[in-house]
């Protein structure tokens, strides 16, 4: 069998386990090395990545993009910039919820650390 620590005494091992044993309970700890060296590149594709990180952005510019064309669709009176600015409208509120989702998970995880420390 493989001793871990062959050059430790008894009582130093016992250090470094009570050491380890007292990391391994901090939460906050285990969360930050848990995601290290990790990207969202890495478990997204580079479009789910972009859009992740910019989703405040997108969102106003679907937003500005819903404005515009229901003004087209009420100047207008087509069907075919309705139902446009429909799915444009559809996707903005998805996104807003998105958004809120994210505030409050964000929200929630910064008040359990509160807890935590």
């Known amino acids: 069998m493989h001793?871990?620590?062959p050059r430790l005494t008894h009582?130093?091992?016992k250090i470094l386990e009570g050491i380890e044993a007292g990391l391994r309970?901090?939460?906050s700890l285990n969360r930050r090395l848990r995601s290290l060296g990790h990207t969202t590149a890495d478990t997204e594709g580079s479009w789910g990545a972009a859009l992740r990180h910019?989703?405040?952005w997108f969102t106003a510019v679907l937003a500005i993009?819903?404005?515009a064309l229901f003004l087209l669709a009420v100047?207008?009176?087509s069907s075919g910039a309705l139902w446009l600015f429909s799915a444009v409208w559809v996707i903005?509120?998805?996104c807003l919820m998105r958004l809120l989702l994210?505030?409050?998970a964000r929200r929630r995880d910064a008040a359990a650390r509160r807890r935590a420390d």
């Open 75 to 77: 100047a207008s009176s």
């Open 54 to 56: 910019r989703l405040g």
């Open 11 to 13: 009582q130093e091992r």
């Open 102 to 104: 994210r505030a409050v």
């Open 65 to 67: 993009g819903c404005v």
């Open 25 to 27: 309970g901090d939460a």
């Open 3 to 5: 001793d871990p620590h």
């Open 92 to 94: 903005t509120v998805v």
